[in-house]
């Protein structure tokens, strides 16, 4: 059982004393992210259903209007299917009942790896029992001009054409990549037009674009300054509801490493990282390759994809394998004429050619990361 590599977590906590410890102990790693800390029972079914987190921990001893038993049961009933562990003290010892809606038993005192420990096993242990299990795919690269948004839009087609429902996501806020690249109207909804206290499956599916390629996409803001309206929240509760509706998300992400980035990254599956022979595309994904490692990503969260593999401009696969500290995962070849002209004409090359060796190496790759045969059928 593989552990996931980010845990989304909410925390139904009214002893202040007990809030601060959890907090204290989650401030040491970077596996789980704390949402929100919720004093109020009656609070926490709603919010679960806005935030979508991954795991809610749950105080046995919760008083107020809901108490601790009833929020169990409430979370139970509620359809959310989200995994649920409950912290209770040695005088009020609690078995762990799925029936009754308790995944875990956490006893105080516990250690910070015993907490995240039962968070990672719970949040595993559901996932292994939900069938379609979405994976979420960030497209990202340190440096402009490597193909990026062209792969995004073609692996996530390319993932629909195996069966699977896809959303792809337009994470260039500030200049809307694939709305220019799709040619897309600027009056079409974008992630603007969602909710900004709550995001409901209806809303998503009115803001949707729907490619004629068979997939869903979230466009980016129609102009460059409505970027700053986009907040982290609002991106780490969409990408929650969307791994709720599809099998894959495919988000195409800024160059700048910034925060909104950095969200979209921490609640992806894993960071397909495009590189190219060139010096300073190898320098910067070096860079900030080190930069993931500081804050925790896994070498299994990020994989390397190198693009116009067949264009290496002096430099070995081996001299790159070297710098990168091990041998890509993936490799696209180059094919400027075609890639050009689907692009021009706003259509996946994929679909418009898809005996080309680039469309090959694109859906072993999409096939490669949802773990289908590579052999398998395209959908037309």
Known sequence: ??????????????????????????????????????????KVVEATQQLRPDVVLVDLLLQGKVKGPELIEKLRDSGLEIPVVVLTVPQHPLARDQ????????????SGFELVNTLAHVLSARQAVTSGAC????????????????IAFNLAVSLGQLGVRTALIDGSLQYGDLRALLKVPSDVPSILDLPTDRVQ??????????????IDILLAPPRVEMAEMVTVRDVEKTISLLRRLYE????????????????????????????????????????????FAS??????????????????????????????GRKPEFEVVSDGRLV?????????????????????????????????????????
């Open 340 to 380: 050009v002209q689907a692009n021009n004409e706003g259509m996946p090359f994929v679909v418009s050619s898809p005996d080309a060796a680039v469309s090959r190496d694109i859906r072993r790759t999409a096939a490669a990361l949802i773990g289908r045969p590579v052999g398998a059928a395209v959908r037309p």
């Open 1 to 42: 059982m593989v552990a996931p590599t980010s845990i989304r977590l909410v925390f139904a906590e009214d002893v202040p004393q007990v809030s601060q410890h959890v907090r204290n102990l989650l401030s040491v790693q970077s596996q789980v992210k704390l949402l929100e800390v919720l004093s109020d029972g009656s």
């Open 201 to 214: 499956e209806s809303d998503l599916r009115e803001v949707m674009w729907k490619d004629p390629a068979g």
């Open 99 to 110: 029936a009754r809606g308790i995944d875990a038993v956490l006893t105080l005192p516990f």
């Open 135 to 150: 994976r979420v795919v960030s497209v990202f690269s340190p440096k402009g001009g490597v193909g990026k948004t062209t």
């Open 295 to 324: 804050i925790g990503y896994t070498p299994e969260k990020v994989q390397y994809l190198v693009n116009r593999t067949d264009s290496t401009g002096g430099i070995s696969r081996d001299e790159l394998a070297r710098a990168l």
């Open 248 to 291: 894959a998300v495919v988000i195409d992400t800024p160059v700048v490493l910034s925060e909104i980035t950095l969200s979209f990254l921490d609640a992806s599956d894993v960071v397909l990282s495009i590189v190219t022979y060139d010096s300073t595309t190898i320098h910067n994904t070096i860079a900030v390759g080190e930069a």
